[in-house]
């Protein structure tokens, strides 16, 4: 099993950013999808961005043009740079693995096998 472990959440003010980072563990693969997603209570866990083997990148329509998803296969690590933070940013995000993909990475948080406990991000006006 893989296990991944976020970290980089925090408060910030609107405008401001923020490095999310997520280390991986256990049996892992450089060659997996991995995704960031985020949740707020009462809403469904919504995708963020992901990342395929060879770097082709998807990002959700809200944070186009704002947020950045990198990887370092050497560390382990998956990365999400967020600029421009406005308050409806404001949510719990998680990194998750697809170990069935290497490529064409599913969007929807379903299809992800492991995921991290999440680091909390709050950003205020």
């Known amino acids: 099993a893989v296990q991944l472990v976020e970290s980089g959440g925090g408060s910030v003010q609107a405008d401001g950013s923020l490095r999310l980072s997520c280390v991986a563990s256990?049996?892992?693969?450089?060659?997996?999808?991995m995704g960031w997603f985020r949740q707020t209570p009462g809403k469904e866990r919504e995708p963020v961005a992901n990342i395929d083997d060879i770097g082709y990148t998807y990002y959700g329509e809200s944070v186009k043009g704002r947020f950045n998803i990198s990887k370092d296969d050497s560390k382990n690590t998956l990365y999400l740079t967020m600029n421009s933070l406005k308050p409806d940013d404001t949510a719990m995000y998680y990194c998750?693995?697809?170990?069935?993909?290497?490529?064409?990475?599913?969007?929807?948080?379903?299809?992800?096998?492991?995921w991290g406990h999440g680091t909390q991000v709050t950003v205020s006006l």
């Open positions: 256990g049996v892992t693969h450089s060659r997996w999808c």
């Open positions: 998750a693995a697809d170990r069935s993909r290497f490529h064409s990475c599913e969007r929807a948080p379903g299809h992800y096998n492991d």
